[in-house]
């Protein structure tokens, strides 16, 4: 559905210096796949998703949606960023449909289904709060579920729990993956977290530092649903163990105690 073809992105500053963000990447990501991206900080990780987004164009090779090359931002991609994001004087519901209504795609079902979407989040109660009035978690989880009414068909996720603290993080795993597995539309998320990306993906793709390439695809042979009870098992070892020895190498991160996160 989502397919890379080597696709380079390389930007050119106002001094006139070049900085290669990506380096012939390529990759093919399924309908209803969830697939993370891990790599070191500055590896193009975001700028891979802006480009699916149809936020930036490649420099190099090409980005397709179902055969058709992506040239900008399309109705059925939705994006979550590490930070919510969200309109300061809008309260949670008008938030969430936003985007919807921008879109002139809001009709008379688009409340009930942003309130349920709310309830499912564990937002029920709070449609008429301001975003100040919420925590960073409950912001986060707001920001999700205004991706997730425009019922994308790829869902594009940033680091969107990097700003959470650990228990906040983990619980907002799960849900997502229950929403995943309700709605089912092809997920892209990028996390600095080995484990995160274990627990959550069928696939995970390893990028080398800049300008990123990939170096490694794991398939996680991990059955669903999924838990953190899984973390002991082997599959789950053998799988951190792979993504660690690509990321750290020679830096003695391979050992069994090593985390990225
Ligand atoms: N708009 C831009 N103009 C110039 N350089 C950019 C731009 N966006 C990104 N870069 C550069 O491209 C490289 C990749 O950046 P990117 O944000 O994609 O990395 P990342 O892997 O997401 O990093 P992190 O894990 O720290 O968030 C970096 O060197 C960055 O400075």
Do not use: Y
């Not at 802006?50 to 991609?77: C, F, K, M, N, Q």
């Not at 999700?144 to 869902?155: E, K, T």
């Not at 959470?164 to 619980?171: H, K, Q, Y």
């Amino acid at each position: 559905m989502i397919r890379l073809d080597r696709v380079g992105k390389t930007f050119r500053g106002r001094d006139g210096g070049a900085v290669e963000a990506l380096r012939e990447v390529s990759l093919e990501v399924a309908a209803g796949e969830f697939v993370a991206i891990v790599g070191a900080s500055g590896c193009g990780k975001s700028t891979l998703l802006r480009l699916v987004a149809g936020l930036v164009p490649a420099s190099a090779g090409a980005v397709t949606l179902d055969g058709a090359v992506v040239r900008g931002p399309r109705a059925e991609t939705a994006m979550v960023f590490q930070a919510p994001t969200l309109l300061p004087w809008a309260d949670v519901l008008r938030n969430v449909t936003f985007p919807l209504r921008l879109m002139r795609r809001a009709d008379a079902r688009t409340e009930d289904e942003a309130r349920a979407l709310l309830a499912v989040a564990g937002l029920a109660g709070f449609e008429k709060r301001l975003p100040r009035e919420l925590s960073g978690g409950m912001q986060q989880r707001v920001a999700i579920c205004r991706a997730l009414l425009q019922a994308p068909r790829v869902l594009l996720m940033d680091e969107p729990f990097g700003a959470l603290d650990a228990l906040t993080r983990e619980e907002m795993s799960l849900e997502l993956l229950r929403l995943w597995t309700a709605r089912r539309m092809a997920v892209l998320f990028v996390t600095h977290s080995i484990p995160e990306a274990v627990l959550l993906a069928d696939r995970v793709v390893v990028m080398s530092p800049r300008p990123g390439r990939v170096v490694d695809v794991v398939e996680v042979g991990l059955p669903r649903p999924r838990s953190f009870d899984q973390e002991g098992s082997d599959e789950f070892q053998r799988c951190a163990r792979r993504i660690r020895a690509h990321i750290f190498g020679g830096r003695g991160g391979t050992g069994d105690g090593a985390r990225a996160a």
